[in-house]
């Protein structure tokens, strides 16, 4: 019988050595409890992969192993089984398949995961919690940036969780007890008597935890008790190539945070800055050219820079009339859904005359008017 009890004594010590030594500790990689809601450690793991994705630290090895090892942590709390079974055996419980467990070569691509956050799928969430309020922030951009698509880093000051306490008020889990008096409940059940001999019963609002059922014995000291504080969060918005003004970018649930309460959404919408030579409409850009006088008799070759610094070439043969619109073909914005289809360009032609010319020249064309028509420059006029 003792020799027995030493036996268990020993294998259980060397489970918890080989834990201590062998496996990773998933809730601290993603920072979170141990009694963590799922929304809360996607959360962690949103903010974190943005700091530590492969996009944003193109190579540091350091960075992708993080990343891969968020990843990983992710995906097992993320899963019931895989959680109860890293719970009581750790990362070799999980290796050695208990439960069927397959890892990432049967589950999903850590970039999947990431992915599906910022793709604007809305996932699984739990009906039961509240939802914060969206916050709409405007994004200006400039028509380059919709023209080539861009990266734009973005600040967002925003309430977030106290990373202390994770948002409970209390110095630690365990200074939080389920209140006494109302036995959690929130609720307290009185008895009045409104006669002889008859009794009323009413429910009233605990007083002792105001109604919370749980009594905080120990205030966080890093929030005071508050579960919130201000922050601030980085984000990296893509900017599509053919995007419109006025366009939303949805960030799934990072709005403030609040205790309980699953963040509304950041909506960033796009604003256009003005450009010095392009406008937008639609697909299609407009821009006005000056060409000389004799430009616009006598035809011309010049070129113009496009949005991506390539050149256009402008041609014209002949007599070009003021404010003729020449439409260039496929020298538009790119279409957002395929963006090898193009818009087209329209240029408008703006006639830039001569401040002054000289007696000479004006007799020589006025030779070419109608009156004279064999002597000299032939001026053919539109009828008016
Ligand atoms: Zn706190
Ligand atoms: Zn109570």
């Given at each position: 019988m003792r020799g027995s009890i030493t036996w268990w004594l020993l294998v259980t010590l060397t489970v918890l050595v080989s834990m201590a030594l062998a496996s990773k500790d998933y809730y601290k990689i993603l920072d979170v409890p141990r009694d963590a809601q799922k929304a809360q450690i996607k959360r962690h793991f949103?903010?974190?992969s943005r700091v530590y994705h492969p996009d944003?630290?193109?190579g540091d090895e350091a960075a992708s192993q993080k990343f891969m090892e968020i990843a990983n942590a992710y995906e097992v709390l993320m899963d019931d089984e895989k959680r109860s079974i890293y719970d009581?055996?750790?990362?070799?419980?999980?290796?050695?398949?208990?439960?069927?467990?397959?890892?990432?070569?049967?589950?999903?691509?850590?970039?999947?995961?990431?992915?599906?956050?910022?793709?604007?799928?809305?996932?699984?969430?739990?009906?039961?919690?509240?939802?914060?309020?969206?916050?709409?922030i405007p994004l200006e951009v400039t028509l380059e940036d919709l023209y080539n698509g861009a990266v734009i880093e973005v600040d967002v000051s925003k309430q977030v969780l106290c990373d202390h306490c994770h948002g409970s008020g209390a110095r630690r889990p365990e200074d939080i007890h389920t209140c006494n008096t109302c036995d959690g409940r929130g609720m307290v059940i009185k008895r009045a008597q409104v006669?002889?001999?008859?009794?009323?019963?009413?429910?009233?609002?605990?007083?002792?935890?105001?109604g919370k059922g749980k009594i905080t014995e120990h205030l966080c000291p890093s929030c005071s008790g508050h579960k919130v504080r201000r922050g601030n969060e980085n984000y990296s918005i893509h900017i599509e190539r053919g995007m419109n003004d006025a366009q939303k970018?949805?960030?799934?649930?990072?709005?403030?945070?609040?205790?309980?309460?699953?963040?509304?959404n950041v909506i960033f919408v796009t604003r256009t800055a003005p450009h010095p030579v392009f406008e937008r409409r639609g697909n299609n850009l407009y821009t006005k050219q000056?060409?000389?006088?004799?430009?616009?008799?006598?035809?011309?070759?010049?070129?113009?820079?496009?949005?991506?610094?390539?050149?256009?070439?402008?041609?014209?043969?002949?007599?070009t009339q003021y404010g003729f619109v020449q439409t260039i073909k496929g020298q538009g914005m790119p279409l957002q859904e395929n963006h090898s289809r193009h818009g087209?360009?329209?240029?408008?032609?703006?006639?830039?005359?001569?401040?002054?010319?000289?007696?000479?020249?004006?007799?020589?064309?006025?030779?070419?008017?109608?009156?004279?028509?064999?002597?000299?420059?032939?001026?053919?006029h539109q009828e008016l």
């Open positions: 949103k903010k974190l944003k630290n193109s009581r055996y750790g990362e070799e419980g999980l290796k050695n398949g208990g439960g069927g467990g397959h890892g990432f070569g049967g589950g999903g691509d850590p970039f999947d995961i990431f992915s599906h956050f910022f793709g604007g799928g809305h996932g699984h969430r739990q009906a039961q919690e509240k939802r914060g309020p969206d916050i709409a006669a002889p001999g008859m009794f009323q019963q009413f429910q009233q609002q605990c007083q002792a935890c105001d970018i949805i960030l799934d649930e990072e709005a403030d945070e609040y205790p309980d309460t699953i963040p509304g000056h060409i000389t006088l004799i430009e616009a008799l006598a035809g011309f070759k010049k070129t113009m820079t496009q949005l991506d610094n390539s050149i256009i070439e402008l041609e014209r043969e002949g007599v087209d360009l329209f240029v408008e032609y703006q006639v830039i005359f001569p401040t002054e010319v000289d007696s000479e020249t004006i007799e020589y064309l006025k030779k070419g008017s109608t009156f004279a028509p064999d002597n000299g420059p032939k001026l053919v």
